[in-house]
């Protein structure tokens, strides 16, 4: 009997363990971080600054991104509108681009580095009462949690920039690592330190200000000039002057 028991509980956790490695998790965002509703598999969801897909099945999807805001028509609203493909076992970070087109900028292993929505925000997914959880998060203070550069990656960047003796060189490296990633404002602080040049550190910091998920946190950034005036300049780029 005890022997029974052993392999159902055996059969039980290699049962769990294939589901979980076949279960998928999206992250999707608009390119400049703006508010948007999102009808995922026919289900219509909140809005939000961001939405997370967890525990979904790897396969086509549909999806729809929808703008937030009344100056526009519901028509122009609308960002993207079609299919998706997820793969298996992967967490997938995604982006609606200027061009309106459904970008991954990030894929990981599924559950590294990252913690698996939990709490009041978490619903089911669909009518048929099936195990997919979503969550849209209406909030600003986590807004950066689980979206920007992860902290082994991002030490990594800082020490290739670290161990390069050129400003040109290290601005190329951060400007793709800009490119490719989103940054809170500390972290564009942080990288600013490594630079001697105070243009440099102006023109990577108006750069980097499109990707800052937390931009009502980027006066953290004004920190690392030592002039008032590059202060000025960056502060009339990002209202536009």
Known sequence: MSGFKSMALLLFFSISSVIYSQSSY????????????VTFDN???GSGHYAEFDGISAGEHSLKIVR????????????????????????I????????SFLIYKKKKYGYSRMVPVGEFIKKC?????????????????ECRYKIMKKDD???????????????????????AIDNNILSSEQVKELLKFFT??????????????????????FKVYDAFDFE???????NYISGK
């Open 197 to 218: 040049f105070e243009d440099t550190k102006l023109e990577i910091a108006k750069y980097s200000y499109k990707k800052v998920c937390d931009k009502n946190n980027f």
């Open 43 to 45: 289900t219509v969801l």
């Open 68 to 91: 937030d805001g009344s100056e526009m028509s519901p028509q122009g609203n609308v960002l993207f509108d079609g299919k998706i493909k997820i793969p298996a076992g992967y967490d």
């Open 26 to 37: 999206l992250q999707v965002s608009l390119f400049d971080d703006e508010s948007f509703s």
């Open 229 to 235: 005036s590059s202060i000025t300049e960056l502060k």
């Open 126 to 142: 669909g009518s048929d009462g099936s195990n997919n959880n979503i969550k849209i998060d209406n909030t600003t203070s986590d």
């Open 93 to 100: 970070y995604a982006v609606i681009d200027e061009f309106n």
């Open 154 to 176: 991002f030490d990594d960047l800082k020490k290739s920039v670290n161990n390069r003796n050129f400003e040109s060189s290290n601005s190329a490296v951060v400007k793709t």
